[in-house]
């Protein structure tokens, strides 16, 4: 009994999370400002990230959740740390700007 809820137990795990997998698009690749192609950024698979915003940046990415993200950059003369949304489709993300609280759309290149 216990060998084959074992195997039922990691089958049904299994399914679960391939249904779960694929369903989110990634932040992953590179991302172009719409109002400013001259603005870009990159995000790698383990959350860093590299940006040109003017001057160039560093920094990491967190999964929020439900497509959300934070982005903490290290721009040398100031830090930012701004919210993000990454569409359902995972073309646009929508970046709130925390000075100024107006939104930034990002292309995926």
């Known amino acids: 009994m216990i060998k084959r809820w074992g195997s039922a137990g ?13 369903d989110d698009p990634s932040l992953t690749g590179t991302w172009i400002m719409a109002d400013n192609q001259s603005r870009t950024m990159t995000v790698r698979d383990d959350g860093s990230v590299s940006a040109n915003i003017d001057v160039p940046c560093t920094g990491t990415t967190k999964d929020q959740g439900d497509r959300e993200y934070r982005l903490e950059l290290d721009c040398g003369i100031t830090k930012i740390s701004a919210d993000g949304v990454l569409s359902t489709d995972g073309s646009t993300l929508t970046v709130k700007d925390p000075s100024t609280g107006q939104d930034a759309v990002w292309n995926r290149k």
Do not use: E, Q, S, V
């Open 10 to 22: 990691l089958a049904l795990a299994l399914a679960l999370l391939a249904a779960g997998c694929g």
